[in-house]
């Protein structure tokens, strides 16, 4: 059978090349795209390559960038431009495959096997879509070209910006094995930490574990990324677009301020649930769990979940979830300063459902009629035209991150 | 090099395509496009933005034209 022949092509700083781009003057300087430091969220979002040099990183909050590089310029991100060139890239990408996968706004992984006849032309295409971005869109990416999603995702982080790297079975283990391995997909700090203690260190360690030992350690996840290590990952290029995978819905916030009490907790978990539920019913969806993630001011957080009776998209529903998950969570050893909340065993919301004798039912078809009348209010008159009184108390901590913020995590496993 | 937006002119051709006839330029005056001698998707890094460039002959001189998520702009030095 023909190898598989998988591009990933991941847009260099994005947000902060779309910027430079569009406004030469602060091309020569280094440049951050970030929230406002005046409102809530004062984070990073990305950092041209100048910036980068001065140690600025991506998440880091705006004061921690400015210490690094006082000389730091700040831009407002402009979410409608970055949608608009996402969309340009995929064009490009749909004149070589349609099996296109968005893997966030900006990176996409391509299956071009079926147009490959021989084994440069993996290599070639690569050259040509980052030239053609390069030429058409004035911005610049990253082209991994291999086997596999993951290997050509590894690729494509190896050598920035600009530029084409090709993984192939027979040199992956000496291209990649010798990487940390919180570099490979799907290890984040949680699991980096959970293989460290157990000696793994780099991604060739992991490799050479046995997947039993991994299951132990991991579970099934263990096993997972033993494949992925070994170059065994044989999960298919899907034809997706960026707005269309939701496996789930969230929305997080980092706070203009510390939070030290439930009560301004409770706020801000009914504005993320608000977004949340508006964000569920404009796609026709319900869900079932309720996921929350909490950090506190040295940035170190946790991640807690819990399940419904019903399948919901009640801002009231997913944030007495939220709060009740948060109480059983939180012991205030540090103050609030990010909070996320998330929905997922995601339904159509039209689906039938097993209602008890035991529930007010009467209860909640009022609150599902309440809050779609607050969704036509708001659609004609604005999000800020009807509030719950308890988001007007608090205008720091009010929000609206369903049209403020279009950019939704994605997962890998569809 | 200046990015100069501008006043366009333009026909929809029965191919479909959109090609400037004529633009305003600053001084209030309206040049005319003799011929369009490329078109195709670029970005001007010198002006700052992308979309479809028109490399144009105006008055016997270059000039590049820029259509960008629906406004034209002109390089201009």
């Known amino acids: 059978m023909k190898e598989k022949v998988i591009l990933h092509c991941d847009l260099n700083n994005f947000y902060a090349s779309v910027e430079c781009l569009y406004n030469p003057q602060i091309r020569e300087f280094p440049v951050a795209v970030c929230g406002s430091p005046e409102e809530r969220r004062g984070i990073v979002l990305a950092k041209n390559q100048l910036a980068k040099k001065f140690g600025v990183t991506t998440g880091e909050p705006i004061w921690q960038s400015l210490q690094k590089c006082p000389k730091l310029i700040l831009v407002r991100p402009n979410f409608e431009l970055y949608l608009r060139f996402s969309g340009e890239a995929r064009e490009i990408f749909s004149r070589y495959t349609s099996l296109v996968e968005a893997f966030g706004i900006d990176e996409c992984w391509l299956d071009i096997t079926a147009i490959c006849k021989n084994e440069r032309d993996g290599e070639r295409f690569a050259y040509e879509i980052k030239d053609l971005i390069k030429e058409e869109m004035g911005v610049t990416a990253s082209v991994g070209v291999s086997f596999n999603k993951i290997f050509a995702k590894l690729g494509s982080d190896m050598k920035k910006p600009d530029a084409v790297t090709v993984i192939t079975r027979e040199g992956f283990q000496k291209q990649l094995w010798g990487l940390p391995v919180n570099e490979l997909l799907y290890v984040g700090r949680s699991t980096n930490k959970k293989l460290q203690r157990a000696g793994i260190y780099t991604i060739g360690d992991l490799a050479q574990a046995t997947p039993t030992f991994l299951k132990t350690q991991l579970g099934k996840w263990g096993e997972t990324l033993w494949c992925f290590a070994n170059g065994l990952d044989e999960s298919p290029v899907h034809r997706v677009e960026y707005e269309q995978t939701i496996k789930g819905v969230g929305n997080s916030m980092t706070l203009p301020r510390d939070l030290h009490n439930e009560e301004d907790v409770k706020t801000t978990m009914l504005v993320l649930a608000e977004s949340v539920a508006r964000r569920l019913r404009n796609h026709g969806l319900k869900g079932k769990t309720i996921q929350i993630y909490v950090r506190d001011n040295k940035l170190s957080g946790c991640e807690r979940q819990g399940m419904l009776e019903k399948t919901t998209n009640s801002s009231y529903e997913i944030a007495t979830k939220a709060m009740e998950l948060f109480h059983d969570t939180w012991d205030w050893h540090l103050p609030v300063r990010a909070v996320g909340v998330r929905v997922t065993g995601i339904c159509p919301d039209d689906e039938y459902v097993q209602i008890s004798f035991l529930d007010d039912e009467g209860q909640r078809q009022k609150r599902e009629k309440l809050e779609s009348a607050i969704d036509r209010i708001r659609d004609r008159f604005g999000h800020y035209s009807i509030q719950r009184a308890v988001l007007i108390k608090d205008k720091d901590l009010s929000a609206n991150p369903v049209e403020e913020n279009v950019i939704h995590p994605v997962s890998y496993f569809r | ?77």
Do not use: Q
């Open chain 2, 1 to 77: 090099m200046r990015k100069v937006f501008v006043d366009v002119t333009a026909k929809f051709t029965k191919d479909g395509c959109l090609e400037p006839i004529a633009f305003m330029w600053e001084n209030g005056k309206k040049y005319e496009i003799d011929k369009i001698l490329d078109i195709k998707k670029a970005a001007s890094l010198k002006a700052g933005g992308h979309g479809i460039r028109y490399l144009c002959k105006v008055r016997g001189k270059e000039v590049v034209i820029f259509l960008d998520n629906g406004k034209w702009f002109v390089e201009a030095l």
